[in-house]
């Protein structure tokens, strides 16, 4: 069965820190792409990070410089390490498998509140 699992996910206060992870099972992740999304509340999707199977990575302008995404394959997971987190990174985060199928998490929200 294919699974793609989050956790990680609560409540931080602004400048605070987070690390989710997504940890797969089901299918050979280490061939896999990892993207992560976010969704804030009444907004569409948006795409936040990726790592490669080379662990090659590319962020969105927002969070360069303070997000960090990485994998350990043979943990079969992948993390999004979050720093200096801001009110907007309010979100529920997913990450997302692709090779020719993708597969996705059932998210993990992030709240930033003081």
């Known amino acids: 069965q294919v699974q793609l699992v989050e956790s990680g996910g609560g409540l931080v206060q602004p400048g605070g820190s987070l690390t989710l992870s997504c940890v797969a099972s089901?299918?050979?992740?280490?061939?896999?792409?990892v993207d992560w999304y976010r969704q804030k509340l009444g907004e569409e999707r948006e795409y936040v990070a990726t790592?490669?199977?080379?662990?090659?990575?590319k962020y969105v302008d927002s969070v360069k410089g303070r997000f960090t995404t990485s994998r350990n394959n043979v943990k079969n997971t992948a993390y999004l390490q979050m720093n200096n987190l801001k009110p907007e990174d309010t979100a529920v985060y997913y990450c997302?498998?692709?090779?020719?199928?993708?597969?996705w998490g059932q998210g993990t929200q992030v709240t930033v509140s003081s």
């Open positions: 790592i490669t199977v080379r662990n090659n990575t």
């Open positions: 997302k498998a692709r090779l020719v199928s993708e597969y």
């Open positions: 089901g299918f050979p992740f280490s061939r896999y792409t």
